[in-house]
């Protein structure tokens, strides 16, 4: 009974660090344009709760993408999503998460890849490309890391 009360006793750990966020370990953009298809694989350190992928052509609304999980370590040391988007040339009929008005190989294409942590869904990271956008007038004021990803 000692040793139980001793070990409740026990001062807490002094670390006070940050719980590991996940981070984007390797990112693949490609754009078939005869098949008229976008496709986006990441590899992140850690689980994440979701990641979106913004993309915003030229002159036309910015869209929205969730990427979907394909594998998952059971330790949460990684990650691994995807996302496939076919291309349609009008864009009323753009529908989040399974098709998309940005039309390769246009290089003035902005995007934007935002993961979220598990625990509370917080932004971890994000990183964007490709062309200018104002995303802070889209209510994206987080401090994307600008990037060069190529398709």
């Known amino acids: 009974m000692l040793s139980l009360f001793l070990a ?3 001062p807490p750990p002094t670390d006070s660090s940050p719980p590991n966020m996940p981070k984007i370990q390797a990112l693949d953009l ?3 344009r005869d098949a008229a ?3 986006l694989e990441l590899e992140t350190l850690g689980w994440v709760n979701s ?3 913004w993309i915003g052509p030229p002159s036309l ?3 929205a993408h969730s990427l979907r999980s ?3 370590s059971p330790s949460g040391d990684f990650e691994r999503l995807t996302l496939e988007l076919d291309q349609v040339s009008d864009p ?3 529908e989040n998460n399974s098709s998309t008005a940005a039309l390769c190989p246009e290089l003035d294409i902005a995007m934007r890849l935002s993961i979220f942590e598990v625990e509370q869904g ?3 990271e994000c990183w964007q490309w490709g062309g200018t956008l104002d995303w802070d007038a889209l209510g994206l004021v987080e401090n994307c890391e600008v990037r060069d990803v190529s398709w």
Do not use: F, G, K, Y
Request: aromatic share 8%; glycine share 0%; proline share 4%.
């Open 8 to 10: 409740c006793a026990a």
């Open 30 to 32: 490609s754009c078939d």
């Open 37 to 39: 298809q976008w496709n």
């Open 51 to 53: 990641a979106t992928w």
């Open 61 to 63: 609304p910015v869209e």
């Open 70 to 72: 394909i594998q998952a």
């Open 92 to 94: 009323r009929l753009q």
């Open 122 to 124: 917080n932004l971890a």
